[in-house]
């Protein structure tokens, strides 16, 4: 059984979101201890929660159809219906954030949601759970199953009776859920990984362009898909930034994930945690010298300290593919021209950023590089307002802002005779 009525389906959205935010603190909590995220970090992604839960509960009662020209011995108009069953699998660097981006919308539209946490990070998304209940979604409307990838991700993906899917995590699982999905071609909308390019021009202000751009590496641990872990600077430029970089990166405070302060916490695991000391080494191997970090505090806990390789190049592994980690590549450009080429020379498409005080360069830019989102003089902002996706293999769809609302609808047209 669905929600029935785009009124019941705005008023329990708003209460889940009511119901979220009176919970802010307990979730936030909880959400440090499921990934080990900053404790500042996890109250902004509780935040963004209610925010989206609040986006999509306006929205529910704006889902039009349309009437249409047609011949006047007929009446033909659209229903805009919900697509049915969605399968959601979500990722363990941002669970309530994006079981938000994912159960929001599809309630909105009037779905039912099987949504299935990462086997690292299964607490907020039980928690949510239970406050739907309260909230008033009836059973079986929401169903939130815990259990591991190769399994019941897997099984979501083949499920017959599944109408859609939507995934956030690693291209890699990304194709198998593509492929997985062909059986009863299920709606597909794929959220995956990135290798970002950051493109500071000469004429960048220093005052914010270095703290953003180490804020771009190292929020949640560089554990973000948007990352922008390729920070082209212009050659006559290099020195001076690469310095200010390194002076920044080297005060980013680690530690307990818990405590106020610290704004990076460790990686959320074992394997993540393995996976980015062996880029370290990569990196050396390659020729790559660590400006700042590089090396692993050691004691407790997988922190890894905050790194920038320099002397990189565009085709080293270490700027190819998705690290996942604090750790960021600079790589020199000669102009403009030289600066897109090479932040486009990815297979890669989710984000990017430019750094200038020259609008049209700005805006030049923008358009040039092939990413589903360009920030300018900023970094990682993101708000259900605005679509987020990526080009390229990072990706098919945009989820957020009306976008969610084409991925949980399909279009009926009926012809009426008169
Ligand atoms: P992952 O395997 O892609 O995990 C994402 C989600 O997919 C999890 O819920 C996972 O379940 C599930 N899953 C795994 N195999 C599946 C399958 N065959 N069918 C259906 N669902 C499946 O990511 P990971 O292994 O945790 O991380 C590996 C790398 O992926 C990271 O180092 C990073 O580079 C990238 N990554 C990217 C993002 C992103 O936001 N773009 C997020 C996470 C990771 P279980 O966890 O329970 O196995
Ligand atoms: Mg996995």
């Not at 929660?49 to 349309?66: L, N, P, Q």
């Not at 430019?354 to 900023?378: F, I, P, Q, S, Y």
């Amino acid at each position: 059984m669905a929600l029935d009525g785009a009124h019941q389906r705005s008023r329990c959205l708003l209460k889940i979101a009511d119901l979220i935010e009176q919970h802010a603190d307990e979730l936030a909590t909880l959400e440090t201890l499921n990934n080990g995220m900053a404790i500042s970090l996890a109250r902004g992604m509780v935040a963004g929660a209610v925010d989206t839960f609040r986006y999509y509960a306006g929205w529910s009662t704006k889902i039009y159809g349309e009437t249409n020209p047609s011949d006047p011995s007929f009446f033909n108009y659209t229903l805009r219906e919900p697509i049915g069953v969605c399968g959601q699998i979500i990722p363990w660097n941002g669970p309530i954030a994006m079981l938000a981006w994912k159960i929001a919308p599809a309630l909105a539209c009037g779905n039912v949601s099987i949504l299935k946490p990462a086997e690292q990070t299964p607490l907020t998304a039980l928690r949510i759970g239970e406050l739907m209940l309260e909230a008033g979604i009836p059973d079986g409307v929401v169903n939130i199953i815990t259990g591991y990838g190769e399994t019941a991700g897997a099984a979501l993906a083949t499920h017959p009776n599944i109408d859609k899917v939507a995934f956030t995590g690693s291209t890699e699982v990304g194709k198998l859920i593509l492929q997985a999905s062909a059986g009863n071609l299920k709606r597909v909308s794929l959220e995956l990984g990135g290798k970002s390019p950051n493109v500071i021009f000469p004429d960048a202000d220093l005052e914010t362009a270095v703290p953003n751009s180490v804020f771009g590496f190292t929020m949640l641990s560089g554990q973000v898909c948007c990352a922008g872990t390729r920070v082209f600077v212009q050659c006559d430029f290099h020195d001076r930034f690469v310095d200010a970089l390194t002076r920044y990166t080297e005060k980013v405070v680690t530690g307990d994930p818990l405590n106020v302060k610290t704004t990076v916490g460790p990686l959320v695991s074992k394997e993540q945690f393995d996976r980015v000391k062996g880029y370290l080494d990569i990196g050396k191997n390659e020729g790559a010298r660590t400006a700042a970090g590089g090396t692993l505090p050691g004691g407790k806990g997988y922190f890894v300290n905050p790194t920038v390789f320099v002397d990189v190049k565009n085709d080293m592994k270490i700027a190819r593919e998705e690290i996942f980690g604090p750790v960021a590549s600079v790589i020199p450009f000669k102009d403009e021209n030289d600066a897109v080429l090479q932040g486009n020379d990815t297979t890669y498409g989710l984000a990017a950023a430019v750094w200038t005080e020259d609008v049209g360069r700005a805006h030049r830019v923008a358009r040039a590089l092939k990413a589903g989102t360009v920030w300018v003089n900023c970094y990682n902002n993101i708000d259900s307002i605005s679509p987020f996706g990526g080009y390229k293999q990072s990706g098919i769809g945009r989820e957020l802002g009306k976008h969610s609302i084409d991925l949980y609808t399909q279009i009926k047209s009926v012809w009426m005779k008169l």
